[in-house]
Nanobody, 125 residues
């Protein structure tokens, strides 16, 4: 079992930056593929980025490419999402997720086994 706790959300002006963190419990963090998703009320949860166990393989949604960077620190059991050049359309609740596989990074939410409670990101215009 893995527990995930996100932090770092908040209110930021368009063009600004935020770094989200997701702290994981358990001793097997390094064996999980980690992902970030986001959701706006009334819409489906949307893939943002994912990273494999070593950080050597990453995957991004088109909307995140060039602006967001996913990384992880296995010694700290933490995954990060650095968000830059934020836009009002990035406003959402951001969720961290863990997948019981260390090999393949994927973008489908149903492929992830554990979820955090989410952190709100609001980008003002």
């Amino acid at each position: 079992q893995v527990q995930l706790v996100e932090s770092g959300g908040g209110l930021v002006q368009a063009g600004g930056s935020l770094r989200l963190s997701c702290a994981a419990s358990g001793r097997t963090f390094s064996s999980y593929v980690m992902g970030w998703f986001r959701q706006v009320p009334g819409k489906e949860r949307e893939f943002v980025a994912a990273i494999n166990w070593s950080g050597g393989s990453t995957l991004y949604a088109d909307s995140a490419k060039g602006r967001f960077t996913i990384s992880r620190d296995n010694a700290k059991n933490t995954v990060y999402l650095q968000m830059s050049r934020l836009k009002p359309e990035d406003t959402a609740v951001y969720y961290c997720a863990a997948r019981r596989s260390s090999i393949q990074v994927v973008r489908t939410s149903t492929d992830y086994d554990y979820w955090g409670q989410g952190t709100q990101v609001t980008v003002s215009s």
